[in-house]
């Protein structure tokens, strides 16, 4: 089938939107491609319909689970097999997986970037037949990143093993020039016929999207304002996990239709909440930012922050999440003077002392029961209260030190998700028939599993009920338990045990916490990179003239067109008396020949003592949106 065939029978679409054809047939000419497309612009389908136009499978690598195993799903129902190794997951079932990718006839293996470092991986890889290795947030593999993840750095080595002609493609939503050039870079990506690394860009700018960065003393009194004024889907976001509550009983109370979502709330209730706000029932969800990615709902008509995000690239993620139908759509964030040194205080705060960092890893070790050198990609059931209440770790600090070691890769931490029991039977049918000869007793348990689940449970993991076995079995569940325990502990057969706890994972053989390898420069350089990047978020809200869309268009590295019109921004500006041409002309002229380092702003008014205060500040602040001026590192202003 040609792409568009495969485009009209899988996804229904009539066409392809813009970009994706070409990086389609970039891909099928076997041309490695770097892709950025802003969240909803359709960045999956650049790698699923070329792969189902090729034979072979595409290897998919991104770091979240929930993500992975949401693309497992919608691959599947729509026809398309596909299959996805993480955390959690038992080495039999790791092998029969990547057995169906070598000799059945998987299209699409999701994997996590730490498992290509395994043994099993490698030597699996070697034997199939990949046709493309496809890399999704590949912002993760930059340092220079808002995201970073050291497993990334190793795509490269796990690429070299694949045949040469196999294209690789990286996407990612967001990512400025710096980590463009690191992208390209340390996936050893090869040029394409101009010999250039081949990137395609969508525009950063959404023409549909609104955005405003509003000062307000009183958010609650402003949401239900923005939320009255605006009808449809919402979205709001906050820091904590309270606040969720606490805004969304505010909005009940006011007569607003709202929910909160937050990763603390167990699998069941996040499921519940996000299909009531998908399908409509509720009307605004108020989440922290564990809510929203890979969900596609398309007519968010506005997404409020309360909070101000760390950095421009979270910002632009989840504003990003309103209007993907193309229609008018608003993005609105409220902040008061003191939110931005918080905001500024917060990411010093996600860099705790190098002690403390070795003293949480060795907890952990404690708190699993990890010998030094073993327990690598083995993972547990976490419980951070109890994790913190039972080594007398301060809550806050500890969070920022798993996630710093995280960073360092170390350890992976997954948000809790559903994971249902399991069973498969380690024997076959003979010597599962001899076992139940010398054990009686066991006999009329396994003919009911036998008969309630069919002869594929030798072959592969089958998600089991307890609840559906005690009642054929008119035995309490417990007991039921109890009984697949005992069969597991004689390797009868393989029970997992449904969970629904966050997942603690070693990525590597465990160390002694006294002789943990961390780099302190490069941390030190993390830190640095951090605070850069929260402080372009301040200069981004705090800007009272320049155009917003513009403005993010800047800081990703494009060169920025006309102004949207319909920002905060510009509609101040469309909303002041034009100043005159005259004054407009001799401000250029004055600031285009001054010398380095520019004009002060005391300068610019000695210099136009004569001239009208307010036509002189117009004047200048209309040349600053459409970027003639502009302010230099030293507060002066410069011509460009």
């Not at 609650?220 to 906050?238: C, D, F, Q, T, W």
């Not at 969900?295 to 979270?314: C, G, M, Q, S, Y």
């Not at 599993?449 to 076995?469: H, K, N, P, Q, W």
Request: net charge neutral; hydrophobic share 40%.
């Amino acid at each position: 089938m040609t792409p568009h065939d495969i485009l009209r029978q899988y996804w229904g679409y009539p066409a392809f939107r813009p970009l994706q054809e070409d990086i389609v047939n970039t891909v099928l000419a076997g041309q490695d491609a770097l892709v950025l497309m802003p969240t909803g612009g359709g960045k999956s389908l650049c790698f699923q319909v070329p792969t189902l136009a090729m034979e072979g499978v595409c290897i998919v690598v991104t770091p979240l689970i929930a993500l992975m195993k949401d693309q497992v799903e919608q691959l599947k129902r729509r026809g398309i097999p596909a299959a996805a190794i993480f955390s959690g997951m038992h080495h039999r079932e790791i092998d029969t997986t990547l057995d169906n990718c070598v000799y059945g006839n998987v299209k699409f293996l999701y994997v996590s970037p730490e498992r290509l470092q395994t043994e099993i991986m490698i030597e699996r890889a070697k034997l199939m037949k990949v046709c493309l290795l496809a890399v999704d947030e590949a912002h993760c593999i930059s340092a220079w990143g808002y995201d970073f993840r050291p497993p990334y750095l190793k795509i490269a080595e796990f690429r070299a093993i694949l045949p040469a002609s196999v294209p690789v493609i990286a996407l990612t939503a967001s990512a400025t020039p710096d980590v463009q050039a690191d992208i390209v870079a340390r996936l050893d990506m090869r040029p394409g016929s101009n010999n250039q690394p081949t990137i395609f860009r969508q525009t950063f700018a959404r023409p549909n999207l609104s955005y405003s960065a509003l000062p307000e003393s009183d958010k609650e009194a402003r949401l239900l304002k923005i939320l009255g004024n605006v009808p449809g889907s919402a979205i709001v976001y906050v820091r904590s996990r309270r606040q969720t509550q606490q805004v969304a009983e505010f909005l009940y109370r006011n007569g607003i239709v709202a929910d909160f979502y937050h990763a603390g709330l167990d699998t069941r209730q996040r499921d519940e909440k996000q299909e009531a706000w998908l399908n409509d029932r509720s009307r605004v969800i108020v989440a922290t930012n564990a809510f929203g990615m890979g969900i596609d709902k398309p007519n968010v008509r506005v997404v409020v922050h309360l909070d101000v995000p760390d950095t421009p690239e979270a910002y632009y993620q989840e504003a990003g999440r309103a209007g993907r139908d193309g229609l008018k759509a608003y993005a609105v964030l409220l902040y008061t003077p003191a939110d931005l040194g918080t905001v500024e205080l917060r990411t010093e705060q996600q860099y705790p002392p190098i002690e403390l960092l070795k003293r949480t890893y060795q907890a952990l070790a404690n708190y699993t029961a990890v010998p030094a050198g073993g327990g690598q990609f083995a993972s547990y059931d976490f419980d951070m209260t109890t994790f913190v209440s039972t080594f007398q770790l301060p809550s806050q600090d500890t969070h920022f030190a798993l996630k710093q070691l995280e960073h360092e890769g170390f350890i992976s931490l997954t948000e809790s998700y559903f994971k249902p029991s399991r069973l498969i039977v380690s024997l076959n049918n003979r010597e599962l028939y001899e076992f139940q000869l010398r054990n009686p007793r066991f006999e009329p348990f396994i003919k009911l599993v036998l008969r309630m689940y069919g002869g594929e449970i030798f072959a592969d993991f089958l998600t089991i009920s307890e609840t559906a076995l005690a009642r054929a079995f008119f035995i309490d569940q417990k007991e039921i338990v109890a009984l697949l325990q005992q069969l597991h502990e004689r390797t009868i057969l393989i029970y997992e045990k449904q969970k629904d706890k966050p997942q603690l994972t070693f990525l590597t053989p465990r160390f002694v916490a006294s002789q943990l390898p961390i780099d302190t420069q490069l941390l030190n350089d993390r830190k640095q990179r951090a605070m850069t990047k929260v402080r372009a978020m301040v200069a981004y809200v705090q800007n009272p003239v320049q155009c917003r869309t513009r403005l993010l268009q800047a800081y990703f590295g494009e060169n920025p067109a006309d102004p949207c019109g319909i920002c905060d921004n510009c509609l101040k500006q469309k909303a002041r008396p034009e100043p005159t041409d005259t004054v407009r002309e001799q401000v250029w002229q004055y600031i285009a020949q001054a010398d380095e380092p520019g004009v002060s702003p005391r300068q610019l008014a000695d210099y136009f003592a004569r001239t009208n205060t307010e036509t002189l500040a117009e004047a200048v602040q209309q040349m600053l949106a459409e970027a003639v001026l502009q302010y230099n590192a030293g507060g002066n202003l410069t011509a460009k």
